[in-house]
C-alpha cells in the first residue's frame, strides 16, 4: 500500500538556533546530509509513495534542495503564508487528501514499521494513530496513556511513560472534525488532539521499539550522526 506523507517542516526551530542559525531545522546537516534525507530515505523504505512537505520559515532553501522529486519519489508543498503551528499546517496540507496518511514531525525520527502501524490502524478502526514509545524521562514530551486495547484515554499523564513519538496514521474524516480550526494558528499536540478526544474521536497510540530522535534538543542534536548512521 502506498501512502502519502505530510512532513511538517515549516517551524521556526527557535531551539535550534544557535547550533543551525541559517537553515529550516530539517535541513540542519547530519554528516553533510540534511536531516530530512535521512528522514525522507527511511520511510521510501517503508512504503511512502508521496511527500507533501509543509513549509514555511526559510523555505526556499527546502524547495531548492528537493524540487518535485527525491529519489523518484514526488515533492509537492503546502505554504504557510503566515505561522500556523504544527495544527494548523496538518490541517491545510491534508485537506484534498481522500485516504488515510502519515504525518511526521520534521524534526523528530522514529523508527517503526509503516505497515504493521498501518495494520494496527485499521484492526483498531482508528481514525487517528499515534506512534507511542517508552522514555525513562517524558519531562519534555506529552505523556500518554493507553488502555490494554491501545486505545488514548490521556494526553498529559504525569505517570505514564509513554510518550508521542511524533509519526502518525490519519484518516482524512480527522481533518473534516476539526475543520473550524483550519487556517488557524494550533499546536497539534496541545490543541488538535485534545479537541478530537472531546469529540469522542476514536485515537489509538501503538507502542513501538526503535530508534528515536528529536534534532529540535540540541544535545539530541550532536549525537544524531550516531542515531542515524551508526545504529
Same mark, same amino acid.
Request: hydrophobic share 40%.
Given at each position: ?8 517542516? @515549516?517551524?521556526? @526551530? ?6 543551525? %542559525? =541559517?537553515?529550516?531545522? %530539517? /535541513? ?5 546530509? %540534511? ?21 514555511? $520559515? ?8 528537493? +524540487? ?8 509537492? $508543498? ?11 499546517? &496538518? ?9 488515510? &496518511? ?13 505497515? #504493521? ?7 483498531? !478502526?482508528?481514525?487517528?494513530?499515534? +506512534? ?13 496513556? #493507553?488502555? =490494554? ?8 499523564? +504525569? ?6 513519538? @511524533? ?13 473550524? /480550526? ?16 472531546? !469529540?469522542? @474521536? ?9 530508534? &528515536?530522535?528529536?534534532?529540535?534538543? +540540541? ?13
Amino acid at each position: 500500500m502506498k501512502i502519502t506523507a505530510i512532513v511538517l517542516a @515549516g517551524g521556526l @526551530g527557535t531551539r535550534l538556533k544557535q547550533a543551525v %542559525p =541559517n537553515l529550516p531545522k %530539517p /535541513m540542519a546537516p547530519i554528516a553533510g546530509r %540534511p536531516f530530512l534525507e535521512y528522514q525522507m530515505d527511511y520511510w521510501i523504505k517503508q512504503g511512502v509513495g508521496r511527500f507533501i512537505l509543509s513549509v514555511g $520559515y526559510l523555505k526556499e532553501i527546502i524547495i531548492q534542495h528537493f +524540487s518535485d522529486e527525491y529519489c523518484g519519489i514526488p515533492i509537492e $508543498y503546502s505554504h504557510e503564508d503566515f505561522p500556523l503551528g504544527t495544527g494548523g499546517a &496538518f490541517l491545510k496540507a491534508s485537506k484534498d487528501l481522500e485516504e488515510p &496518511f502519515l504525518v511526521l514531525n520534521g524534526d523528530t525520527f522514529i523508527e517503526v514499521d509503516l505497515n #504493521t502501524m498501518i495494520n494496527f490502524h485499521l484492526e483498531k !478502526k482508528s481514525e487517528w494513530t499515534l +506512534s507511542v514509545l517508552e522514555k525513562k524521562s517524558s519531562n519534555r514530551y506529552m505523556g500518554i496513556e #493507553t488502555n =490494554n486495547n491501545g486505545k488514548v484515554l490521556s494526553l498529559e499523564s +504525569s505517570n505514564s511513560k509513554l510518550i508521542n513519538g @511524533g509519526a502518525y496514521i490519519i484518516n482524512p474524516s480527522v481533518a473534516k472534525t476539526l475543520n473550524i /480550526m483550519i487556517n488557524k494558528k494550533v499546536s497539534l499536540e496541545d490543541e488538535l488532539l485534545p479537541s478530537f478526544i472531546s !469529540k469522542k @474521536g476514536f485515537l489509538y497510540g501503538m507502542q513501538c521499539t526503535g530508534r &528515536f530522535i528529536d534534532i529540535g534538543v +540540541s544535545d539530541d542534536y550532536f549525537r544524531a550522526e550516531e542515531i542515524l548512521i551508526n545504529p
